[in-house]
Nanobody
Framework: QVQLEESGGGLVQAGGSLRLSCAVS????????VGWFRQGPGKEREIVAG????????YYADSVKGRFTVSRDIAKNTVYLQMNSLKPEDTAVYYC????????????????WGQGTQVTVSS
């Protein structure tokens, strides 16, 4: 069984930065694609970024390209989402999820999910 736990959310002013962490337990990251998703108030859950099993392949939604960076630490079995130049529209609950696919899955069809962490960006 794979378990994921997000941390690092909080309240930040527009233009600020946050780094989210997704600690994965139960299986090594070499076995899973990990995606970062968010769900804003009244909105559907959407993918923000993803990183493949090798840690080399990454994906970013157009809305965050150039501002967000996904990375991982194999020794800690943890995936990170560095978020810079935050905007009020980035306000959402952020989730990480794991999928045993080979390539990055950009839909919400992931097998394992964390509980989410709130990110609020004030204007």
């Amino acid at each position: 069984q794979v378990q994921l736990e997000e941390s690092g959310g909080g309240l930040v002013q527009a233009g600020g930065s946050l780094r989210l962490s997704c600690a994965v337990s139960g299986r090594t990251l070499f076995n899973y694609v990990v995606g970062w998703f968010r769900q804003g108030p009244g909105k559907e859950r959407e993918i923000v970024a993803g990183i493949d099993r090798s840690g080399v392949g990454t994906y970013y939604a157009d809305s965050v390209k150039g501002r967000f960076t996904v990375s991982r630490d194999i020794a800690k079995n943890t995936v990170y989402l560095q978020m810079n130049s935050l905007k009020p529209e980035d306000t959402a609950v952020y989730y990480c999820a794991a999928h045993p696919a080979i390539g990055i899955v950009t839909t919400t069809n992931y097998q394992y999910w964390g509980q989410g962490t709130q990110v609020t960006v004030s204007s």
